[in-house]
């Protein structure tokens, strides 16, 4: 399967974004999906997940409250809301299929890979 993340952009602090994560080649309805970030300088970190149906969702605890991760399988996309974002959320935002149903905040639990979409948020 081939993700494509998309909507990334430059964005003042305080401002929102909504980035868009599509499938190709073959569905991921029946996967958990999961939203990564790597800032400048630093490891790659997770952001956001949600099961194969969108029941069960989890998220960084420096991003709840203000990101929320959806999904729609009728058109094999995963969105995360970006809101009141902040200069420490700027890194390139990844996305990607989990290997079960079930989400994981750890990378290793993910087995295909977007090649993301850079978000600037300036002060």
């Known amino acids: 399967v081939q993700l494509q993340a998309s909507g990334g952009g430059l964005v003042q602090a305080g401002g929102s974004l909504s980035l868009s994560c599509a499938a190709s080649?073959?569905?991921?309805?029946?996967?958990?999906v999961g939203w990564f970030r790597q800032a400048p300088g630093k490891e790659r970190e997770f952001v956001a997940g949600?099961?194969?149906?969108?029941?069960?969702?989890m998220y960084a605890e420096s991003v709840k409250g203000r990101f929320t991760i959806s999904r729609d399988n009728a058109k094999n996309t995963v969105y995360l809301q970006m809101n009141s974002l902040k200069p420490e959320d700027t890194a390139v935002y990844y996305c990607?299929?989990?290997?079960?149903?079930?989400?994981?905040?750890?990378?290793?639990?993910?087995?295909?890979w977007g090649q993301g979409t850079l978000v600037t948020v300036s002060s």
């Open positions: 990607a299929s989990a290997l079960g149903s079930m989400g994981s905040a750890v990378s290793s639990g993910y087995r295909y």
């Open positions: 080649g073959r569905t991921f309805s029946n996967n958990a």
């Open positions: 949600i099961s194969w149906r969108g029941g069960s969702t």
